[in-house]
């Protein structure tokens, strides 16, 4: 997989009655970084889900990176998640009686074989190379996102994709953490989704668009 342009046509989710995600046309090509707004309910999640081979449409096309990600078995799914896509969450799910090291090499297990220096060197870019050996609980939350930002970058994902990743954080641990998924993609290109209930998250991106009741209802360009 070169490139992480996603490509959605009628791309549909249902959970039983409810239609999560009406039928949305989206194409978002590589390198860009989109932010996805809406109110809570919107679909922004099940959108995000779905671009990151989470979740499977219930219709519509979805390609991303070249692959039909509907067409995909379990384990291409899986593959997909693996060697593509990177994930911040809202909540770090990091191990607790794990060290920031540590947590970083479990991901690496996950994927591959886990290296210390490795994972050191991902740790450092995030400005934590002094921290390697506290666990989460010694760490401030913007401490914590850092070690989920190393953890999501440490495969080179083509995609990296956040979900909230500053809805815990106060202004000052926002922007630093902005300031660094800025620094990163500048280095490594890859395309990024966002989703974010924040305007001035949002801005940073270079393209919002916002979701009503699971339909995509506008979009604004907010960088040249
Ligand atoms: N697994 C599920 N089963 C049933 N309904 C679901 C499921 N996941 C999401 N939904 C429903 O789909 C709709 C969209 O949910 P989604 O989580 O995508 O919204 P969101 O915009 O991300 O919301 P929030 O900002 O609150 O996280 C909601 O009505 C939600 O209740």
Known sequence: MAV?????????????????LKPIDLSVPEGEWLSVMGHSGS??????????GLDRP??????VGGQDLSTLTEDGLARFRREYVGIIFQQHHLVPYLSALENVMLSQYFHSVPDEAEARHALERVGLGHRLKNRPGELSGGEQQRVCIARAIINSPKLLLGDEPTGNLDHKSTLMVMELLKELRAEERFTVVMVTHNEEVAAWGDRTIYLTDGVLVREERTRS
């Open 4 to 20: 992480a342009t996603i490509e959605t046509s009628g791309l549909t989710r249902s959970y039983g009655e409810i239609c999560a």
């Open 43 to 52: 679909g922004k999640s099940t959108l995000m889900n779905l671009v990151g």
């Open 58 to 63: 219930t219709a519509g096309a979805l390609v």
